[in-house]
């Protein structure tokens, strides 16, 4: 370890270039530990302890929460846990879902615009990004009130009953998620788009492929990797998102994300909304291990 060696013209030694590195990685350690490792085992050790008669915190190790987010309450078993967290993963499936399908007809039509346009378009995309999520979800309440002509379509085509809005209501809130996570999904497909191999379309075609096998035997494998990037973008926050669904769904729509929050807030059931956030993390990792080892050939380089 005490050789010497010349390392970008500095004659050092394998004994100081590995005290360098770790200087190097102290403050990105730091940065981990504090705001991610520390707040992980907070909230694992939270999730154990009980709620007091009042909202405090009483450390005595249970394993009620975790009863209770299984079903398990005081008057036997309840499926609503179960549920919030099963229609939780349904909104993040169905929103990623969509946004696959309207990303890839964007994408292409982003990519086959001049290069002196085609970064316009690119900047009508990152738009709605310069307002705040809050604000946008406020302005669907408006777009979707009951004197707007989205409603007013609905209700002359018979689908609303007379001065009523489209909010709260489901699909409000999937309006309100697809909108506000399709540039997530856009942005990685475009840069996979851009780079695409024409020859390998173009081999397809001579082949007498049909447009279906085309795409997914020579354009879909080439973007996999803006794919991948873009779903897990989409998927990873639309599990956790409580704005959009409170705003757009009230009462009607509650998610996983609500739940959290009104543990947290109103509540004041600070153990049992930790034992529902690992639930939540739990499922994210799940479905990532999944996709990732359905996937895990994809280069996301």
Known sequence: MNRRMVWFGELTTPAQLYRRGLWFLLPAAIWILG?????????????????????EVVWNFSLENYRRLLGYGIFGWSPDTILILLRSL???????????????PLAFFIASRPPRTRYLWLALVIIP????????????????????PFAKLAQ??????????????????????????????????????????????????????????????????????????????????AMGMFVIPDLLGGAKYLLVGNLIQQ?????????????????LMVMTLIGLAIYRRRGKDVDLV
């Open 90 to 104: 349904w909104v993040a499936l169905v929103t990623t879902l969509i946004c696959i399908v309207l990303a890839y």
């Open 35 to 55: 705001l991610l490792v520390i707040p992980g085992l907070s909230l694992v050790a939270l999730s154990f302890a009980e709620r007091g008669p009042y909202g």
């Open 156 to 237: 002359a085509l018979g689908l609303l009953a007379p001065d009523s809005g489209l909010y709260p209501s489901p699909l409000a809130v999937y309006i309100g998620m697809i909108t506000a996570f399709l540039p997530f999904v856009v942005m990685p497909l475009f840069s996979s788009v851009e780079r695409l191999d024409w020859s390998l379309v173009e081999a397809a075609q001579d082949l007498y492929a049909s447009r279906i096998r085309t795409f997914f035997q020579a354009i879909w494998p080439q973007t996999l990797p803006g794919l991948t990037v873009g779903i897990i973008l989409t998927f990873i926050p």
């Open 263 to 279: 543990q947290f807030y109103a509540s004041r059931d600070w153990p049992y909304g930790a034992a529902v956030s690992l639930g």
């Open 129 to 148: 990004f310069w307002t705040n999520l809050v604000i946008r979800t406020y302005a669907w309440q408006m777009l979707l009130a009951p004197d707007f």
